[in-house]
């Protein structure tokens, strides 16, 4: 699977395919926010960059995937379940009562989820703590952390970057998913913080800028991330909110499209976009 790229860019429909599903049954949720970063999740868990067991969810070795923008849950739970951690049909019970697939991820209900996100700002820390704890433990497991571009605006983002350069963390790597919207707007007019690239080098992190939604390049990224020794990396990853159904999002007059689950009499319609892309 590593190497057959015609088979992960099929995983990366078949996860853009269950994240409309699951948030239009649950009638709630983030389709679009998960959609941006579908090609990333792809990469990380049916790309061979992510090593890890689903028989064994809490295997000491394993590396280490957190979603620090939680809202976009639905991609995470699609590549978990695909992945075995779970029973595939589960993700339809999304944001039911009593459902372990909550609206945000939650550790202590779901395996393969590694910290509870969706109060932003936060995921970075975590993944700055798993970095330290693996070097304090003699481990060679890696890292990886998502946050949103509207996410990096919490003051917590850069205290966390700040730490992972003092502590020289090789072993962490960050992905922002520049999808270019937050709630409430286009990011660069809520909060503008480019250059991104460019504050995380001045921060001490060696930092790459890529098309986020061609799986080759996310692919060669992560090649590179994983050869760099004696700081962390910063992926910029530019995005498409609601890539896969772009087309389907102009006709119904929002490229944003946040927090809220495709209408039911658009499924089908999104599903043959997604198909075809």
Not at 22 to 44: C, K, Q, Y
Not at 110 to 128: M, R, W, Y
Not at 190 to 214: C, E, H, R, S, Y
Not at 221 to 229: E, F, H, I, T
């Amino acid at each position: 699977m590593a190497n057959n790229l015609d088979a992960l860019l099929a995983r990366a429909r078949s996860i853009r395919e269950d994240i409309v599903k699951m948030t239009t049954e649950a009638g709630s949720g983030h389709p679009s926010s998960s959609m941006s970063a579908a090609e990333v999740v792809t990469a990380l868990y049916f790309g061979g960059f992510l090593k890890h067991d689903p028989r064994s969810p809490q295997w000491p070795d394993r590396d280490r995937f957190i979603l620090s923008k939680g809202h976009a849950a639905p991609v995470l739970y699609a590549a978990l379940a695909q992945s075995g951690y779970f029973p595939h049909d589960e993700i339809m019970t999304l944001r039911k009562i009593d459902s372990p697939v909550e609206g945000h991820p939650n550790m202590k209900r779901l395996p393969g989820v590694e910290a509870s996100t969706g109060s932003l700002g936060q995921g970075l820390s975590i993944g700055v703590g798993h970095a330290l704890a693996a070097r304090v433990d003699g481990k060679s497991y890696h890292t990886y952390v998502m946050t949103g571009d509207g996410e990096i605006e919490e003051g917590q983002i850069w205290e966390a970057a700040a730490s992972a350069a003092k502590y020289q963390l090789d072993n962490l790597t960050l992905i922002v998913d520049r999808n270019h919207f937050q709630q409430t707007g286009p990011a660069e007019e809520v909060l503008n913080m480019d250059p991104i690239d460019g504050k995380f080098t001045a921060f001490g992190w060696k930092t790459q800028v890529i098309n986020g939604n061609d799986l080759r390049e996310v692919l060669q990224a992560l090649d590179r991330a994983n050869a760099v020794k004696g700081m962390p990396t910063c992926i910029v990853s530019l995005t498409h909110k609601g890539q896969g159904m772009l087309n389907l999002l102009r006709r119904l007059g929002d490229t944003n499209f946040h927090g809220k689950p495709l209408p039911a009499q658009n499924l089908n319609e999104a599903l043959a976009e997604i198909a075809a892309s």
